[in-house]
């Protein structure tokens, strides 16, 4: 399968209208070897660091990866594998909680519009403006219609948001809810990993139905062109980074960064340069 593939594989299309993420299966590899998949994702490391440095060098555009999944689907495992080898100071990554109260006065896009990469950042949001009509459906927490009104919201966001020069992936990664049950479990029975665990947990998974349908809704009405979705089978945590690490390599290929041309002589300022500094006399002892 060539790179391009896998991308293709798991995009939705904004034809893709009344998809349901029952159609697709969290454990799929589509051939694809473990073996393979561990080998190709570090060459794709490489690549992608070398991409992102005339990215931020260039400093006009922007990528912004929006993570979206069940607890335990694995968000923050794909920041620290996919951005392994990338500089940091070129990467901005925030995790969106319930809101603060100073977040509920505003508009749900406020506290996202404040968090969006700047020019030459890489972008992650882990949990996003999607929660806003994910957990916010399911548990009720604003009146049905403002909850509709939010869709067609997010496209003009997202379209307005690509316009500006942010190329915008989103990726939903699914797992099985038995999947879910055992990292729940391997969590609890590991006391370094109960920081992770939240007894909140288990009371959404006891609404996995109803996540699904909204998870549905989000994934159908927010499929736009300029901003699709990618269903990331989520199950095998290795085809997971190898789905997102090649959709992000594929994009950056596209993006063609180059580093900017110097603003200024280079010739005269290696001219300028003398073997050794001028020491002022004042200061020598
Ligand atoms: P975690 O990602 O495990 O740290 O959990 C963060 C929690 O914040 C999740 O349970 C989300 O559902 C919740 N959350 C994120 N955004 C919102 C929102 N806009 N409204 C309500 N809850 C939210
Ligand atoms: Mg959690």
New binding site residues.
Partial sequence: MADKGVGDLVRLRASDTGVTTSAFDPAETFGVSKKRALKEVDGIRSELAALQEPLYAERSRSVLVVLQGM?TSG?DGTISHVMTGINPQGVSIT?????TPEERRHD?LWRIRRALPGPGLLGIF??S?Y??V???KV?Q?APREVIEGRYDRINRFEANLVKSGTTVLKFCLLISAEEQRQRLVARLEDRTKHW?Y?P??VD?RAQWDEYMVAYDAALSRCSIPEAPWYVVPADRKWFRNYVISNVLLETMRDLKPRYPKASFSVARELARLPAHPAIRAGRQH
């Fill in positions: 607890d968000k995790s969106f909680k319930a809101p749900f882990n949990r403006h929660e806003d994910l957990v916010v548990d927490l992770k939240s909140a947990d959404k």
